[in-house]
């Protein structure tokens, strides 16, 4: 058989791990989604839900993979002695192949807004008419056609495709670590004149200043499946990419890096935007929709304006392309091993599968937009769906797994063997797997099944 490849460097594993979690999740959703569900409320559920379950489960997921050397599916009913366990590694499957069709669609628009910023389309804009209404009709003219998007879409999945057919050492591990550092330079470019502007304050206030009153079940599942998609949890990604891990590497520091870096990104990401937005007296809880008809507005507005717009979208442009690698790579990983074909031809198949995917999510924005149910687009229940039910689902099965099946004793084994024994506090974090994560998870899905608000 052939030998399985492995990550060559530790500052190779973390750029790819980091790549994954810092995606569209951290700078076109968090934004919107602290923005809809009241600012700092939504922050400080969504921090608790960082360090007390992201943290622990990522080390666990890196774990799993690290010890099965299998993909995703596999990867659960080894770690749990029984063939049944594969169904918790389907669902993580399934969901990210879900996440894939709609996450393509959104690296589309991104790359259109980034295209037409460069060539000054973006800002074209006739004198005295309003800005409004002009970024309305140019994001609804994407969103509602279906060629174009879908062309710029099948770019975005095509360069990533590009990187993957390549390997996890030739392929995401380099790309990587080239990709990272440009996204780390033009975010802190982009942030110090976000600071400058003097709508800074009032970000500051909406963001960090405590107010609890719209915390809600929905606001609370909201934020840990936001946290969770963030980290890259409960989809399959970190076991896969934990699989490709050396057993010389320290687990435990790498998952605390990974964790560190997302959770600045997503905050400051909120920073970067805001200032902006109150700056020029728009609404924070735009939604989605934010970075594609808020912002331009500002950018339009600011001196250099057209610049900084260019940069913004080649941000999100490399944070989505980082972690589309990884989101394709789960099911890269899981096709090559039950069909034996090659990397590259499983990675086009899996291309085109997520393709015809893509085109129906876009199509249900635009000619199929009248297949709305309960006022949700097809984008619209697959984003709530895993979001709120298929993630929490897959990562309170992660914890139960390797709390209760698994058992700590052997998570602990397996973290250890990079050299490092465990400290209490180490332990402490095991406890949440068996104690915290499962109980918390399952109570709210349940309100949140029962319509209880707070
Ligand atoms: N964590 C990514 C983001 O915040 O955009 C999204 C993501 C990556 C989802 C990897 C799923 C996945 F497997």
Known sequence: MKKRDTFSTKIGIIAASAGSAIGLGNIWKF???AGINGGSAFIFIYIIAIVLMGYPLIYTEFAMGRRAKSNAVDTFGIIGGRKIWNFAGFLAVLTVFLIATFYMMITGWVIYYFYNSLTGQL????????????YKDIFAHLSTSFALPLIFSIIGIYITALINSMGIKEGIEKYSKIMMPLLVVIFIVL??????????????AFLFKPNFSSISPAVIIGAIGQAFFSLSLGMGALITYGSYISKTENIRTIAWQVTVADTIIALFSGLLIFPAVFTYDLAPSAGPSLIFISLPQVFLKMPGGRLFSTLFFLLVIVAAITSLVSILEIIITYVIEKTKWSRKFSTWAVVFAVTVGGAINIAGEG????????????????????????IPLVAVLTAILSGWVWGIASLNEELEVGGTPSTSSDRYFNLLLKWVIPPVIIILMIALLLGIQA
Request: aromatic share 18%; proline share 6%; net charge negative.
């Open 31 to 33: 934004p919107y989604m």
């Open 123 to 134: 800002y074209n804009i006739a004198q005295g008419a309003d800005s409004i209404t002009y």
């Open 191 to 204: 942030i110090g004149y976000s600071m400058t502007l003097p709508g800074f304050n009032d970000s500051m």
């Open 367 to 390: 000619p199929w937009s009248y297949l709305q149910l309960a006022g949700r687009s097809i984008f619209g229940w697959l984003d709530y769906l895993t979001n709120n039910i298929t």
